[in-house]
């Protein structure tokens, strides 16, 4: 499994930011699948997880503001950010593991549980 994500970049606050997370080498539909971010000097936290049936989780400070979605014609999984603040400048991580995963892990403990595959990261300035 190969994670490759893009479009992170400077936003002022308020605005909007789209990452996608291109999947290779496994069927996306079939991963367990979420967003973790990590700033300098602290620990990789969790921001939104997606099972298979396409349940998904988030972290409280990102309810209803960040969603999760995957296209799985495109083998991509995207998280849409809306009203950014300063503290969600991080580099965003896209993460994937085989089912079964217990998702709520993923994002309620930092770091979160080992997870196989990491993609490079992106990152996301909010100013």
């Known amino acids: 499994v190969q994670l490759v994500e893009s479009g992170g970049g400077s936003v002022q606050a308020g605005g909007s930011l789209r990452l996608s997370c291109a999947v290779s080498g496994y069927d996306a539909l079939y991963l367990c699948m979420g967003w973790f971010r990590q700033v300098p000097g602290k620990e990789r936290e969790g921001v939104a997880v997606?099972?298979?049936?396409?349940?998904?989780r988030y972290a409280d400070f990102v309810t209803g503001r960040f969603t999760i979605s995957r296209d799985n014609a495109k083998n991509t999984l995207y998280l849409q950010m809306n009203s950014l603040k300063p503290e969600d400048s991080a580099m965003y991580y896209c993460?994937?593991?085989?089912?079964?995963?217990?998702?709520?892990?993923?994002?309620?403990?930092?770091?979160?549980?080992?997870?196989?595959?990491w993609g490079q990261g992106t990152q996301v300035t909010v100013s």
């Open positions: 993460a994937a593991d085989l089912p079964p995963q217990d998702l709520r892990l993923w994002v309620w403990y930092s770091p979160p549980p080992p997870i196989g595959y």
């Open positions: 997606i099972n298979r049936r396409g349940t998904t």
